[in-house]
């Protein structure tokens, strides 16, 4: 039974970052260590705190290498019990007492009085965190002259981006609109209570993560091959734009995210669960969307994992089944049409790399399609990164290439 109001959050937040940094798994993944935990305050904390270690993990494992005599393992527990305390201390306001008292318990029979030290003589000594979180080295070597934008983008969660049905569907909701049929809410809101949630008058997405499918136009009714579709977030725009959607994936749980979220918002597409490796089509299509499988790092604001979990092993092995997807997808596209490949992924070898090889004829983006402050790359292609729309609120990473057929 728990004792201490808080503590099954912080034990759901150790097993979370246990999870992530010693077994690589995703923050997704190892949040099923929250799921149990009866309250949703307790569940959003366990996250929270788990989240801002990933975000600033560097920088406060400077403050604690700053002041311990003998450096701590990387994967001690007293290090991982520290970072979770200062970052409860110096992100989420959390007093200090209440996170003694919290925190301590987790190190049991352990070096408790270590714990106690390091964090007494930092809050005493009203250490801070920079304004920015610091890259681990090789991040900030992969990402070149973007890092320091991307780092700025990721010093806070992102806001809430929401797609709408249609225009009206919008009724209701408060925040600026970067694009058509788009609405930002502040971080933290609670989409249960907005306007039309029942009704799946919009759903939630990133405002980078709608490109593709505004790069593809109407459908007046015309076939897209939505490859690599689930949970299906740009099947419902295709579905929307007036698209008749075939919606592939080979997973059949995320697909069935899909089906819900196509009941929920009343749209309509054909779905198909195949491997799109030995999946042929009975006929050629107007469009094809390939949102390619990705290492994701786009998205690290809220996914702050990929910065640590992901390397050149992981990059390299998407790069290879993007090839693939790709070099098999420009087969089913009929004369005339337009394939648009995506991926969330901040890496050149997941992104231009991929588009510079690519055999169909190039069909540039032009500045006039995108939301105001993005410009296209010389070659025609979409760049996206966190530290884009700084003055908005940012935007997740996105590589985009459209191609005619
Ligand atoms: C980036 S996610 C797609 C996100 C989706 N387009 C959306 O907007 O919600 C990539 C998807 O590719 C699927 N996938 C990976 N390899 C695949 C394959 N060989 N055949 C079909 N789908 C695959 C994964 O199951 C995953 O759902």
Redesign the pocket.
């Known amino acids: 039974m728990e004792t201490i109001p808080g503590s099954g959050a912080r034990k759901a937040a150790l097993k979370m970052l246990d999870a992530v940094l010693r077994r690589g798994e995703t923050l997704e993944q190892a949040g099923g260590a929250a799921n149990g935990l009866p309250s949703f305050a307790d569940r959003a904390l366990a996250r929270a705190i788990s989240g801002e270690v990933l975000r600033w993990l560097v920088d406060l494992d400077a403050l604690i290498d700053g002041v311990t005599a003998k450096e701590l393992p990387d994967d001690a527990k007293p290090r991982m019990v520290l970072r979770m305390m200062l970052a409860q201390w110096l992100r989420l306001e959390t007093p200090p007492h209440a996170i003694v008292a919290t925190a301590l318990p987790l190190l049991a029979g352990g070096p408790k009085r270590l714990a106690h030290g390091v964090f007494a003589t930092l809050t005493r000594a009203e250490a801070k965190l920079p304004d920015v979180p610091t890259l681990p080295p090789e991040v900030a070597e992969r990402w070149g002259e973007r890092a320091e934008a991307i780092a700025g983008g990721l010093a806070q969660p992102p806001s809430l981006d929401l797609t709408l049905r249609s225009e009206d569907a919008g009724e209701g909701l408060e925040g600026p609109s970067l694009a058509p049929l788009h609405r930002r809410l502040p971080r933290g809101t609670r989409v249960e209570d907005l306007p039309g949630y029942d009704d799946g008058a919009w759903w939630v997405q990133d405002l980078a993560?709608s490109l593709p499918v505004r790069l593809l136009g109407a459908g007046e009714g015309r076939k897209v091959l939505?490859l690599?579709?689930?949970?299906?977030?740009?099947t419902l725009q295709l579905a929307a734009a007036g698209w008749n959607v075939t919606a592939?994936?080979?997973?059949s749980r995320?697909l069935e995210r899909l089906r819900q979220n196509l009941t929920r918002t009343g749209l309509s597409a054909d779905i198909v669960e195949?491997?799109?490796?030995g999946w042929e089509p009975d006929e050629l299509f107007d469009a094809i969307l390939l949102?390619?499988?990705?290492t994701a790092t786009g998205t690290c604001r809220r996914n702050p994992d990929v910065i640590h979990r992901i390397g050149p092993r992981q990059i390299e092995a998407m790069a290879v089944?993007q090839t693939q997807?790709l070099e098999r997808a420009v087969n089913w596209l009929a004369p005339g049409g337009r394939l648009v490949y995506a991926v969330?992924s901040l890496e050149h070898e997941e992104g231009e790399d991929i588009a510079a090889k690519c055999e169909l004829t190039p069909d540039p983006i032009v500045a006039e399609e995108l939301p105001a402050g993005l410009r296209p790359t010389p070659e025609g292609w979409l760049r996206t990164h966190p530290g884009l729309l700084a003055e908005h609120g940012g935007m997740d990473g996105f590589f985009l290439a459209r191609f005619k057929g």
């Open positions: 993560a939505d690599c579709a689930a949970p299906g977030g740009k592939l994936d080979n997973s995320r195949a491997d799109a490796m949102d390619a499988p990705c089944l997807l969330c």
